[in-house]
């Protein structure tokens, strides 16, 4: 089965959402849920573990693809070695995207904790698959590097666990600005059409991380160059609150419940320079981390609280959500 768009799945609304479309539609999407969305003891989507993500996602379409996405040591809350997570992930998911990057930027380093963990992985399911490398925002990969990296891990690795990469990232130059809701860095693709050369020499797939905010012809651009899949999560969460500040910018007491609630949780800080004045952008804070707050008992108390005074259904509001999101898969599976 080969997908071209991997989607985060930033509320429970997103995953009803894409679960529906692939049920009508075929199976067009797949999810890349990461440690701090979807955890082994509970992650801020829905506080769903990996059992309970899975058996959500295959009750509702059995053939739905779940990859962890950024899987590796340091990844999640903590400074940990990512085991116990791994032992999770090869237990209830297809697909696990191998990420030591973070904390391990030296390429040898790198590429000997890649091949101990796709072997412990293996060892626990050995129907695992895998993808390889990282984004451009953990660590910068040269071509040369991407040749050393596969390459290595090809000599390593016996022919039948190398067989089990499915996939390699590449990359081509942008990252995300969430406060401006937009596709930043300089797109080259030159250096995307090489890696996408490299990878495909040892018969693995390449994937792109970041595709957020991209117009359809950037997309299509991407892929004509011989990408084979991208990578698309924030943009989804930031649909669903978009969508819900529409509802809510008439109230501004509920907007400033909304901005305290978003403020607490600390989550736009990584989005935003040291000089943010977080009371003076009260809108873009909330667009930059309102989907980190989704289950927070607060926020479902302040859309209950909306729903009261405007005297409409929880449901109501769902189903507006979900015509949004809706709206945007039709894009995606239209390009």
């Given at each position: 089965?080969?997908?071209?768009?991997?989607?985060?799945?930033?509320?429970?609304?997103?995953?009803?959402?894409?679960?529906?479309?692939?049920?009508?539609?075929?199976?067009?999407?797949?999810?890349?849920?990461?440690?701090?969305?979807?955890?082994?003891?509970?992650?801020?989507?829905?506080?769903?573990?990996?059992?309970?993500?899975?058996k959500?996602?295959?009750?509702?379409?059995?053939?739905?693809?779940?990859?962890?996405?950024?899987?590796?040591?340091?990844?999640?809350?903590?400074?940990?070695?990512?085991?116990?997570?791994?032992?999770?992930?090869?237990?209830?998911?297809?697909?696990?995207h191998?990420?030591?990057?973070?904390?391990?930027?030296?390429?040898?380093?790198?590429?000997?904790?890649?091949v101990?963990?796709?072997?412990?992985?293996?060892?626990?399911?050995?129907?695992?698959e895998?993808?390889?490398?990282?984004?451009?925002?953990?660590?910068?990969?040269?071509?040369?590097e991407?040749?050393?990296?596969?390459?290595?891990?090809?000599?390593?690795?016996?022919?039948?666990?190398?067989?089990?990469?499915?996939?390699?990232?590449?990359?081509?130059?942008?990252?995300?600005?969430?406060?401006?809701?937009?596709?930043?860095?300089?797109?080259?693709?030159?250096?995307?059409?090489?890696?996408?050369k490299?990878?495909?020499?040892?018969?693995?797939?390449?994937?792109?991380?970041?595709?957020?905010?991209?117009?359809?012809?950037?997309?299509?651009?991407?892929?004509?160059?011989?990408?084979?899949?991208?990578?698309?999560?924030?943009?989804?969460?930031?649909?669903?609150?978009?969508?819900?500040?529409?509802?809510?910018?008439?109230?501004?007491?509920?907007?400033?419940e909304?901005?305290?609630?978003?403020?607490?949780?600390?989550?736009?800080?990584?989005?935003?320079p040291?000089?943010?004045?977080?009371?003076?952008?009260?809108?873009?804070?909330?667009?930059?981390?309102?989907?980190?707050?989704?289950?927070?008992?607060?926020?479902?108390?302040?859309?209950?609280?909306?729903?009261?005074?405007?005297?409409?259904?929880?449901?109501?509001?769902?189903?507006?959500?979900?015509?949004?999101?809706?709206?945007?898969?039709?894009?995606?599976?239209?390009?």
């Amino acid at each position: 089965m080969k997908i071209k768009y991997y989607l985060g799945p930033m509320s429970k609304n997103v995953v009803d959402a894409v679960l529906e479309y692939n049920n009508s539609n075929g199976i067009t999407f797949g999810f890349i849920p990461s440690r701090r969305q979807v955890e082994f003891d509970g992650g801020y989507v829905n506080n769903w573990t990996n059992e309970s993500f899975s058996k959500y996602v295959k009750n509702k379409s059995p053939n739905t693809i779940i990859q962890r996405d950024h899987g590796g040591p340091g990844q999640g809350y903590e400074d940990d070695d990512g085991r116990i997570s791994f032992k999770n992930d090869a237990k209830f998911f297809n697909l696990i995207h191998v990420d030591p990057w973070k904390k391990y930027s030296d390429l040898k380093l790198g590429i000997i904790e890649t091949v101990e963990i796709i072997k412990f992985c293996l060892k626990i399911n050995p129907n695992i698959e895998f993808e390889v490398g990282t984004e451009e925002a953990i660590r910068k990969f040269t071509i040369e590097e991407l040749k050393i990296l596969i390459g290595t891990l090809e000599k390593k690795l016996t022919q039948a666990e190398f067989n089990k990469i499915k996939y390699a990232v590449v990359q081509s130059g942008v990252g995300l600005d969430l406060g401006k809701m937009k596709n930043t860095g300089n797109y080259d693709p030159v250096r995307l059409g090489n890696m996408v050369k490299v990878v495909h020499s040892y018969g693995i797939l390449t994937k792109e991380h970041n595709g957020d905010y991209l117009l359809a012809n950037e997309i299509q651009k991407r892929f004509i160059l011989g990408l084979d899949a991208i990578n698309i999560a924030p943009e989804l969460g930031q649909i669903e609150t978009c969508a819900i500040i529409e509802l809510l910018r008439d109230d501004v007491d509920i907007i400033n419940e909304l901005f305290e609630i978003c403020f607490d949780s600390r989550r736009w800080e990584k989005w935003v320079p040291k000089n943010y004045q977080p009371a003076s952008n009260k809108l873009e804070l909330i667009k930059i981390c309102g989907h980190y707050s989704f289950s927070d008992p607060r926020f479902t108390s302040l859309i209950e609280k909306y729903s009261n005074r405007a005297r409409i259904s929880m449901s109501d509001i769902s189903n507006n959500i979900q015509m949004k999101i809706n709206a945007y898969l039709k894009t995606l599976k239209d390009n």
